[in-house]
């Protein structure tokens, strides 16, 4: 059995660990662009670790399974973008294969919680404190919502800020595309305890398969 993790560096070990023991018995491969993602994921020996993205591999050699964790999905933020990497999902997988993967749900929101006033602290590498705090740009557009981390450390002359953009896509959105590049929803659900999908759900967890 063989099976690729989409989007895989920060969360490495564990997540791809969790999705390790579902095909212990293949190969197993991992894609992402950030080389110092890929440098935390390579924890995990077992699993081939390729850097890169979906428009920079050709992969038609039949994985059972493409697994996107962490909402790397959303990470995809153009229509054309959207459509390379579906299409480059859906030519690697088997005709049985399955494409797993999360986004958030646009009617819930989330974006509204990563307000400041909820700081993260951790104790860095070299043992000092190195507090994370999320500030949301407004106003949120087209489906995409941008936000900035900002890290500060006393043991630091100044705070390193990191931007990003992440892209809601609907229910009905994510049908459109998925069914554009053939791939169909076998199994949707709103939440980690297969709950139903419905507005109020916090994500869109979806199981898809190849159409023909
Ligand atoms: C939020 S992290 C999730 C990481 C991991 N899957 C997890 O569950 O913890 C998003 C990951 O997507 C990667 N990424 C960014 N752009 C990407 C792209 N175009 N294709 C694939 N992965 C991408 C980032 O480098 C990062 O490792």
Same mark, same amino acid.
């Given at each position: 059995?063989?099976?690729?993790?989409?989007?895989?560096?920060?969360?490495?070990?564990? @997540?791809?660990?969790?999705?390790?023991?579902?095909?212990?018995?293949?190969?197993?491969?991992?894609?992402?662009?950030?080389?110092?993602?890929?440098?935390?994921?390579?924890?995990?020996?077992? @699993?081939?670790?390729?850097?890169?993205?979906?428009?920079?591999?050709?992969?038609?050699?039949?994985?059972?399974?493409?697994?996107?964790?962490?909402?790397?999905?959303?990470?995809?933020?153009?229509?054309?973008?959207?459509?390379?990497?579906?299409?480059?999902?859906?030519?690697?997988?088997?005709?049985?294969?399955?494409?797993?993967?999360?986004?958030?749900?646009?009617?819930?929101?989330?974006?509204?919680?990563?307000?400041?006033?909820?700081?993260?602290?951790?104790?860095?590498?070299?043992?000092?404190?190195?507090?994370?705090?999320?500030?949301?740009?407004?106003?949120?557009?087209?489906?995409?919502?941008?936000?900035?981390?900002?890290?500060?450390?006393?043991?630091?002359?100044?705070?390193?800020?990191?931007?990003?953009?992440?892209?809601?896509?609907?229910?009905?959105?994510?049908?459109?595309?998925?069914?554009?590049?053939?791939?169909?929803?076998?199994?949707?659900?709103?939440?980690?305890?297969?709950?139903?999908?419905?507005?109020?759900?916090?994500?869109?967890?979806? @199981?898809?398969?190849?159409?023909?």
């Amino acid at each position: 059995m063989r099976g690729g993790i989409d989007g895989a560096g920060a969360g490495g070990p564990p @997540i791809a660990g969790g999705h390790a023991m579902a095909v212990a018995e293949g190969w197993l491969c991992g894609l992402d662009p950030a080389e110092a993602m890929l440098d935390v994921a390579r924890a995990r020996p077992d @699993i081939e670790w390729v850097l890169g993205d979906l428009s920079s591999v050709s992969w038609d050699e039949g994985f059972d399974l493409v697994v996107m964790t962490g909402h790397a999905f959303q990470v995809l933020l153009g229509d054309e973008e959207l459509r390379v990497a579906l299409a480059a999902i859906r030519s690697a997988l088997t005709e049985d294969g399955r494409f797993v993967f999360e986004t958030r749900n646009p009617p819930a929101r989330a974006w509204e919680q990563w307000t400041t006033g909820h700081p993260v602290e951790i104790i860095g590498a070299s043992g000092a404190v190195v507090r994370m705090e999320r500030e949301v740009e407004t106003p949120v557009e087209d489906g995409l919502v941008s936000f900035t981390h900002t890290f500060t450390s006393p043991a630091w002359d100044r705070p390193e800020v990191s931007r990003s953009t992440l892209r809601f896509l609907d229910v009905a959105g994510l049908s459109s595309f998925l069914a554009a590049a053939g791939l169909m929803v076998e199994e949707q659900f709103g939440d980690w305890a297969s709950g139903p999908l419905t507005d109020a759900s916090p994500e869109i967890i979806t @199981i898809a398969r190849r159409t023909a």
